[in-house]
């Protein structure tokens, strides 16, 4: 681990080389000799080092593992050399290596760490199967001792267990300060202090028995027997488990299969149809055009893919009506195909019923992608249950019992079918607790069938029991809500799937921007964009589904956020690649992130907390889709969906006018203060506007002027809303504008995340050390840990923020600030250990405070080769979550065991 620590600190030093290089788009890299030589010779070293150790492993097999990673590593080394010498000559000391070389350079890099971990895969292997032998021999011995009929057998048995068990004792020890599990740790030195302690009582109750044979000598024979072979057992088992670490190191090179694979966008056809309808709009020909083809094209693939899904439908009935859907489809794309240039030429006709089409070629398209949507089936279920629930309670109220076995029957299919569907769900989910809720509520299902039918047959029976018509009443809630909390887990676990797809998306268009790639960028866009609606028409189902006010609330917000969001993401993509100055590229991720942080918000299963600020700017979303839904209902004059949007329009708008008072509230610039109670006595106003506007317009269905009011109050009131929300967004970031209130409210002195940024695993491990780290010093040496254990904690705290902001030379020099106070951290726990008094706790920390450093080096990996290739970025986030949470826990672990230590030093 030592050899493999150097390595990869000379890797990220060069690798640091090349990031700021390609930060700074030059052209070369140059590159001191010392520090490549550095990387030659420590490989050099270890190849050596490994050469004499493999004639020395037993086993054939992993003996030639080793000598293939040797040579390997060798090849890689040559290869890197040869690159140098041929692509980047040494001038003064320096490599000039140009940009076309970058990718292989890397390429090598990683390969040499992934030949280095395979070794230590080698190396562990190796030792597990010494210790397994030993532990084999150690049981031939003790069967020995078993079958021993004389003293002098007895006595020649037990030296060779003595003898023999010195060895045993040091492969086992070897093996306890190699694991990083602190758990199997516990287990080896529990298993291997109890074969040492029972070892005297297995010669001596041998030769009790021997000496006086009797049930009491047999037993206590058999005991301590027993005794020696379970904890033997036992020691076999963890070091079994314990070579698991190693496993789990490879797998940082490991890629899981990425998300992507298989990944087809769905047809655009809604996109077109949003293109077609600005531009028809704002009379723009050639984009008209471009939209039309493009949603001619998006419908004919649409069709095919429809027709291949309606061969493969069982029902007969729903594949015909299927197929009916795609044929209409076809058609109202044609009529709107024949439409749009009268519209574009001013037809008030033509326009309105454009708008009509366009809305109904929404519905259809949105109808066939839902019937291959694996949730939909499911969702239709809760009707057809409810239905079956009330033919199966009224046929058994009124003493029919051919209706009730019919109706019985039939909600046995039903829950027979939803269930397997639940539990298909459930095996392919990815989530735990997601697949937990999933099975769960299947498993009630399966529960309530059975004894709703029972039920069911005592209402039959005596129909005017009343107590038996309410138990069966209660019985079918509770099978209600059990297929509620199914439908929602589904769409939980599909909203799961959905943002995996949306990391790697996000990963690929960062990829493309910074190869100034706008092809590959504007692909992404598009997919991100699918990704966007399919998690759109997810939330609106969940939301549905949700019984919780405050849950529907925030999936309903961050629905809008999201698609705001999303709105602002291609121009900030487009000029990030156009010009790439560092503060467009941090914009263009901001935006970005603000998507991702949004999308991650469509769920019940947890609760964001919502400041004012957040509430403002949901609030401004919401608003926005709201008043673009209501316009386009009073365009194509449906009464009934203007009226609802109507509704949530003016819900919004009194939000937004409350939360402007909120913030003028927490205003301590007077100015400010003022403009913001105007903007909410102005929304308040537009409320009635509106709401008069929509009506007369309504009303009037041809009088285009009606309509062009309404539009005008609309664009008002959502310049009023929008900048109220761009107001709470100045002041959440500038201070001073809400000084005194922070001054109220200042955060506390051990909060290392101030600035609220949430969901973030690495940040919340690091509060989680610092929080430990928070405790009274017993002695100096103690107080030293503590500070140590305090910055490695702020470092975690940088490395997280390094990582949000996809700053690779930030996450690559804290890793490498950390793994160096891991090694400080060490030291004093040795100090602290070396004056303790109680010889258990001091050796217990000694033990513990080990731990780190192997975690710390996997951190400098990921960090350092992660970062500098283009691997699945996605991935590497999991990494560094698990590897950040590792490290946490095990010096977490170390002060624990600090303390404890530092308690019985003497003062």
Known sequence: MNALDEIVSAVADIILIFEEAQQKLMANIVMSQPAFERLVSEIHLMVREQDAQSIRIPDVSLRAKMNSCNQTLTNDINELRNLVARDAPLNNGTYTIPRKIYDDFHRILKSIIHEMVKQLQVIDACNVQ??????????????????????????????EIQRFGQNFQEHVAQRIRECTDLAIRDRLVHSTELLRNNQPNLAYTASAEISAPSAQTK???????????????????????????????????????????????????????????????????????????????????????????????KDPVKQQEYLRDLNELEQVVGKITNCYKKALAGDKDALKELDQLIERCRLLNNKIQAARNPE???????????????????????????????????????????????????????????????????????????????????????????????????????????????????????????????DELFDKLDEAVMNRDKGAADERLKDIQDMVNRRTDLGNKLAELTSDPSKKKQILDAVALMNSRMNKLPEATHTAIRDPTQQNI??????????????????????????????????????EQ???????AVRRGDKEAAERHLREVDEQLARQAQLARDLAAKCENAPLKKQLLEAATKLDDFRGKIKQATQDALANPNDASKQAKLEGLLDEAKKVSDWVSETAERMRNDKSLTEKMAAVKVAPENELNPSGRKGDAVMDAAQSVFDAAHAKA????????????????????????????????????????????????????AEIASKCTDTRLRERLLMVCKLPKNFAVQLKIIAAVKSGSGDNDSSAKHQLVSCATSLANSVIETVKAAESAAIKCPK
Do not use: W
Request: aromatic share 4%.
């Open 376 to 502: 939909t089936e499911m969702l239709d279920s809760q009707a057809k249950l409810e239905s079956c629930l009330a033919k199966l309670m009224a046929a058994a109220k009124r003493g029919d019992a051919n209706a009730t076995v019919a109706a019985s029957k039939e909600f046995l299919e039903l829950i027979k079918d939803q269930v397997a569907r639940g539990r298909a769900v459930a095996a392919e989910c990815t989530d735990p607790a997601i697949k937990q809720q999933i099975n769960d509520a299947c498993d009630e299902l399966d529960r309530l069938a059975p004894l709703i039918l029972s039920a069911v047959k005592q209402v039959l029976a005596n129909p005017n029991d009343m107590a038996a018509q309410r138990n069966l009443e209660q019985l079918m809630d509770q099978a209600k809500l059990a297929n509620g909390r199914l439908n929602a887990a589904v769409v939980e676990a599909e909203l799961h799937k959905n943002k995996g797809i949306m």
């Open 778 to 829: 017993y002695t100096k040496e103690h107080k030293c840990l503590l500070d140590i254990a305090q910055s490695i904690a702020r470092e975690m705290a940088l490395l997280s923020e390094a990582a949000n902001k996809r700053d690779k030379q930030g996450m690559i020099e804290a890793a490498k600030r950390i793994a160096g106070m891991i090694g400080q951290c060490e030291q004093f726990s």
């Open 219 to 313: 037993h206590n024979r058999d005991t301590a027997l027993k005794a020696s072979i379970t904890a033997l057992q036992d020691v076999v088992s963890a070091v079994m488990a314990s070579s698991k670490y190693i496993s789990d190191f490879s797998l940082i090179f490991e890629l899981p299969p990425s998300l992507l694979d298989g990944f087809q966008r769905t047809p655009q056809i809604e996109d077109a149809l949003r293109r077609l309808e600005a531009a028809v709009r704002r009379g723009d020909h050639a984009a008209a055009l471009q939209a039309i083809q493009d949603l001619i094209a998006e419908t004919q693939r649409q069709i095919q893919e429809g027709k291949l899904f309606a061969s493969k439908m």
């Open 130 to 159: 010494i210790v397994i032998g030993s532990s084999r021999q150690n049981l031939e011995l003790l069967v020995r001792l078993r079958n021993a009929t004389t003293i002098q057998a007895v006595d020649a048995v037990d030296a």
């Open 626 to 632: 709201s008043m673009s839904k209501l316009m386009s």
């Open 586 to 623: 941090d914009k263009f991720r901001e935006v970005a992130r603000g998507v991702q942080d949004a999308a991650a918000r469509v769920t019940a299963n947890k609760v964001y907390p919502q400041d004012v600020y957040d509430e403002a700017q949901s609030a401004a979303a919401r608003l």
